[in-house]
Nanobody, 125 residues
């Protein structure tokens, strides 16, 4: 069993930056691909970014490319989401998730086995 705990959310003005962290329990973290998803009020949860177990491969939804960076530090069982040039439309609850199967990066939320509780990000205009 893996437990994921997100932190780093908050209120920021448009154009500002935040860094989200997701701390994982368990020894198998370094073998899991990790993803970040978000859910805005009244909308379905959507994929934001993912990173392979090694950190070599990453993938982003088009709307955050060039602004967000996903990274991981396996020695600390932590994955990060650096968010720059934030926009009001980035306002959402952000979730990290772990994919326990040995496959490539996936954007499909049902491929992820473990989820954190979420952290709120609010971007004011």
């Amino acid at each position: 069993q893996v437990q994921l705990v997100e932190s780093g959310g908050g209120l920021v003005q448009a154009g500002g930056s935040l860094r989200l962290s997701c701390a994982a329990s368990g020894r198998a973290f370094s073998t899991y691909a990790m993803g970040w998803f978000r859910q805005a009020p009244g909308k379905e949860r959507e994929f934001v970014a993912a990173i392979s177990w090694s950190g070599i491969s990453t993938y982003y939804v088009d709307s955050v490319k060039g602004r967000f960076t996903i990274s991981r530090l396996n020695a600390k069982n932590t994955v990060y989401l650096q968010m720059n040039s934030l926009k009001p439309e980035d306002t959402a609850v952000y979730y990290c998730a772990a994919d326990a199967l040995p496959r490539g990066i996936t954007t499909y939320e049902y491929d992820y086995d473990y989820w954190g509780q979420g952290t709120q990000v609010t971007v004011s205009s």
